[in-house]
């Protein structure tokens, strides 16, 4: 099991709005930033939110993160179908001396 | 533009040995901390470990489950890190990925090499 954890999936229609959530402790999102990675099939994990809310150059406003104690989310408006993908959040966790990722939450746009 | 292609990977008995090498490109690589990620099929990522810059010591981190069997190394004159893994399990099975960073987030990651432990 993870030590960060996150719903297996989530589902929306186009247009909609989505939020992922990611549980942890105080150890890692307790204590320090999230980020969101999405990993579109057949390709590599891409950093989408750092720092808990802020966005690379290039992602679109649609996504926003947000962290409150131990819990961070992810949110997406306008589902498009393109926003299909994997969704991992992670963390360092400072128990383990070590980065935590979530187990990812596979988004199903309807 | 950011580039990191990794090669290396294959089909290993366990408690065999495999080294895995990460080429960058399109970013000063001496300056980067580089660390290695791996996912095993239908499970989310798995951080393997780090190494630091050289005005960071070149210093290395590892995850509990490779510490003391997997090497992280680096040759910032060839643009180049390194992943010895020895004493390999059936668990260490996974695409391993090369990314820059570790100390903030990973960015970017490359397309990764698959390891098969397999008897």
């Known amino acids: 099991q993870s030590v960060v954890t996150q719903p297996p999936s989530a589902s929306g229609t186009p247009g909609q709005r989505v939020t992922i959530s990611c549980s942890g402790s105080?150890?890692?999102?307790?204590?320090?930033?999230v980020n969101w990675y999405r990993r579109l099939p057949g390709t590599a994990p891409k950093l989408l939110i750092y720092?808990?809310?802020e966005r690379p150059s290039g992602v679109p406003d649609r996504f926003s993160g947000s962290k409150s104690g131990t819990s961070a989310s992810l949110a997406i408006s306008g589902l498009q179908s393109e926003d299909e993908a994997d969704y991992y959040c992670a963390a360092w966790d400072d128990s383990l001396n070590g980065w935590v990722f979530g187990g990812g939450t596979k988004l199903t746009v309807l | 533009d950011v580039q990191l292609v990794e090669s290396g990977g294959g089909l290993v008995k366990p408690g065999g040995s495999l080294r895995l090498s990460c080429a960058g490109s399109?970013?000063?690589?001496?300056?980067?901390?580089m660390s290695w990620v791996r996912q095993a099929p239908g499970k989310g990522p798995e951080w393997v470990g780090l190494i630091r810059s050289k005005s960071d010591g070149w210093t290395t981190v590892y995850a509990a489950p490779v510490k003391g069997r997997f090497t992280i190394s680096r040759d910032d004159s060839k643009n180049t890190v390194s992943l010895q893994m020895n004493s390999l399990k059936t668990d260490d099975t996974a695409v391993y990925h090369c990314t820059t960073g570790g100390q903030f987030w990973f960015d970017p990651w490359g397309q990764g090499t698959l390891v098969t432990v397999s008897s």
């Open positions: 720092n808990n809310n």
């Open positions: 105080s150890s890692n999102i307790g204590s320090d930033t």
């Open positions: 399109g970013f000063t690589f001496r300056s980067a901390w």
